[in-house]
């Protein structure tokens, strides 16, 4: 079966068509993945939604989680994209982590998260230090929760600290990151096939 990808970005920009240097990171990570079959279906962008503080499933009327939650697990791959803030990955961010907690008591009979044989990559991007440690809270965290995190599965950007370059200003893409786009699509891509076709037997 083809591949498809959800990609969310946890800027703390709320406003959809504001632009973002994280969608555009994410527009990097979409073509390198075309060129692996798999499809990035959509960007959502966690700030223009009511995610409720909390972690459960399901916070109450009005909570943008629960259908938010469905559309993660209908698809293969999440690329986890968003921008670093003080050293660490953003507010938003944070809280989609908290409520993928619940995972941790939605198991099936064998044990196994409703994440369970899905593959999450990184895309982050920033004008301070921290991409490392992003990506390391990240990684940690999903895979707590039961995301599968394949071999080289950041994509970032750094710029000059305190500069007021951001990546969606510069003219063409950095090689490295391309290279590097194209890496974490087909490293991922290739371990969401084979999990798709040898789940985890929990």
Same mark, same amino acid.
């Given at each position: ?99 993928? +907690?619940?995972?941790?008591?939605? @198991? ?10 899905? $593959? &999450?990559?990184? /895309? ?41 370059? +951001?990546?969606?200003?510069?003219? @063409? ?10 890496? $974490? &699509?087909?490293? /991922? ?14």
């Amino acid at each position: 079966m083809a591949l498809k990808a959800l990609a969310l970005n946890c800027t703390l920009k709320s406003n959809a068509k504001e632009a973002s240097s994280t969608d555009t990171m994410i527009a990097v990570l979409k073509q390198a993945f075309s060129d692996c079959q798999v499809t990035i279906t959509e960007t959502v962008r966690a700030a223009a939604l009511d995610i409720r503080a909390g972690v459960t499933s399901d916070e109450g009327d009005g909570d943008a989680w629960p259908a938010l939650r469905e559309k993660i697990l209908a698809h293969d791959i999440l690329v986890f994209g968003g921008p670093i803030w003080m050293g660490q990955i953003s507010s938003v961010a944070k809280r989609v982590l908290e409520r993928m +907690d619940a995972f941790l008591s939605e @198991t099936d009979d064998q044990g196994r998260m409703p994440s369970y044989g899905k $593959v &999450a990559v990184a /895309a982050i991007v920033g004008n301070e230090d921290g991409a490392h440690f992003s990506s390391a809270q990240l990684f940690q965290a999903l895979n707590d929760v039961g995301w599968t995190i394949p071999a080289v599965a950041a994509c970032y950007w750094v710029g000059e600290a305190m500069g007021s370059t +951001d990546f969606k200003d510069l003219a @063409t893409t950095p090689e490295k990151v391309t290279e590097t786009a194209k890496m $974490v &699509a087909g490293n /991922a891509a290739r371990l969401a096939g084979l999990l798709q076709k040898n789940p985890y037997p929990g």
